[in-house]
């Protein structure tokens, strides 16, 4: 069965600060990997996914994120952080048949001034 | 283009009660999900359809659920005999059943569900 874990249930970091958020997953088969984001009273949106080919991938917002067969992670990363970006993140793996998505439990980044 | 969209969004209920919400897909979508998101948690997959059947249904979907997708285009979910348990963010999503694309999931913005 496939799984998902982000260890990080909260993140504060400084606005302009670095940002990375951790997803492991567990899957027996060739991923696919997805991260969204969602703000209080919104819809998930889709930031990044990984299919295959390069394994850093680039999305929307400034994210992009690095899939490691190895360590079975497929971390998220920003640059720069702005204040518009707090929210929570949730890092997802899709099945072969594209059906069904597992998501991770969450991180929840807040921004501080 | 204009998203997916899910009615109502916020139900409150007594106990007891059936309920009944609306997904309608971005219109080119031929697959359809439900997930249920509990506070603090991840979304879980419910069940899909492609088209008009429905494919897959979780465990999590007992016998008080019910989800219909009846000419490929919305759908509903009825949940009959509500109990607390079922309070949660019911989340709708599509996909372009498409080689490639069916991974992508868009989301509607839910509908919160209160039982009292």
């Known amino acids: 069965a496939q799984s998902v874990t982000q260890p990080d249930i909260h993140i504060t970091v400084s606005e302009g600060a670095s940002l990375e958020l951790r997803c492991n997953y567990s899957?027996?088969?060739?991923?696919?990997l997805f991260w969204y984001v969602q703000s209080p009273g919104q819809g998930l949106q889709l930031l990044l996914k990984y299919f295959s080919g390069d394994t850093l991938v680039q999305g929307i917002k400034g994210f992009e994120a690095e899939f490691k067969r190895s360590q079975s992670s497929f971390n998220l990363r920003k640059p720069s952080v702005h204040w518009s970006d707090a929210a929570e993140y949730f890092c997802?793996?899709?099945?072969?048949?594209?059906?069904?998505?597992?998501f991770g439990g969450g991180t929840r980044l807040m921004v501080k001034p | 283009d204009t998203g997916v969209s899910q009615d109502p969004r916020h139900k409150i209920t007594k106990r007891g009660q059936n309920v009944t919400f609306r997904c309608d897909p971005i219109?080119?979508?031929?697959?359809l999900y439900w997930y249920r998101q509990t506070l603090g948690q991840g979304p879980e997959f419910l069940t899909y359809?492609?088209?008009?059947?429905?494919?897959?249904k979780s465990r999590l979907l007992s016998d008080r659920f019910s989800a219909e997708r009846p000419k490929g285009s919305f759908s509903t979910l009825e949940i009959q005999r509500t109990e607390q348990g079922d309070s949660a963010m019911y989340l709708c999503a599509s996909s372009l059943g498409a080689s490639g694309r069916e991974y992508e999931q868009y989301f509607g913005p839910g509908t919160r569900l209160t039982v009292t």
């Open positions: 359809f492609q088209n008009e059947a429905q494919l897959e």
């Open positions: 899957y027996g088969a060739t991923p696919y």
């Open positions: 997802a793996v899709g099945n072969n048949a594209g059906n069904m998505l597992t």
């Open positions: 219109s080119e979508h031929n697959r």
